[in-house]
């Protein structure tokens, strides 16, 4: 069990467009679930938390109004890449925790994003 | 606030030889949590193992082991007989009760493993 999706796995795109990228846990229901970024060569660092139904809470030095979270259910988390541009390319994750569960984060497999 | 330090950028071993990743962590908190990742190539993480701060006892899992040791802040993690599958980015982890559980990673270790 356990399992979080993240849809698409890839992504190519010019630059200035937008990119929503899905994270979904199947067989649990997360109340909170967290975006990291992972450039190459990197750690992952966390980008921001999401709560279901409340504003994502984001870390120093990540800009809100550029990396938008939704949190609408309890299963699902989305985060959307405004105008995107090449610095913006890196790996995304995301990880769920289980409600009641809240020691362990399960990662989804991430995603590539390349802005041309 | 919490810091994981993993000193150990990139390994290389052949294989059959042990190997140990090292792990220091700095946290305030009574009540935490450590945690081993595997990140292979495709990119996505593999959790291996995960310790509270109240239990001390060493773990193995097959070739794996690990040694939690609180007097020295230190989560460090052995591969004994490596093999070239192994070959990965570990990251170790650390999560703190009282601020929500949230992740920090330390920097990760590049382990090769050499046939």
């Known amino acids: 069990g356990a399992v979080v999706s993240q849809h698409p796995s890839w992504v190519i795109c010019k630059s200035g467009t937008s990119v929503k990228i899905e994270c979904r846990s199947l067989d649990f229901q997360a109340t909170t679930m967290f975006w990291y970024r992972q450039f190459p060569k990197q750690s992952l660092m966390l980008m921001a938390t999401?709560?279901?139904?409340?504003?994502?809470?984001?870390e120093q030095g990540v800009e809100k109004d550029k990396f938008l979270i939704n949190h609408a259910s309890l299963t699902l988390s989305t985060l959307t890449v405004t105008s995107a541009h090449p610095e913006d390319s890196s790996f995304y994750i995301c990880?769920?925790?289980?409600?009641?569960?809240?020691?362990?984060?399960?990662f989804g497999p991430g995603t590539r994003l390349l802005v041309l | 606030a919490q810091k994981v330090t993993q000193a150990q950028t990139e390994i290389s071993v052949v294989e059959k030889e042990d190997v140990t990743l090292d792990c220091v962590y700095e946290?305030?908190?009574?009540?935490?949590?450590l945690f081993w990742y595997k990140q292979p190539p495709s990119g996505e993480l593999v959790f291996l193992i995960r310790?509270?701060?109240?239990?001390?006892q060493n773990e193995i899992s097959g070739r794996y082991s690990w040694n939690f040791q609180k007097s020295t802040s230190s989560f460090n993690f052995t591969i004994t007989a490596s093999q070239v599958v192994d070959s990965a980015v570990y990251f170790c982890a650390l999560s703190e009760a009282n601020a929500g559980n949230m992740l920090t990673f330390g920097g990760g270790t590049r382990l090769m493993v050499k046939p």
């Open positions: 310790r509270n701060s109240f239990d001390e």
């Open positions: 999401s709560n279901e139904g409340s504003k994502a809470t984001y």
């Open positions: 990880s769920a925790q289980r409600s009641g569960r809240r020691e362990t984060q399960y």
């Open positions: 946290t305030r908190d009574t009540t935490y949590y």
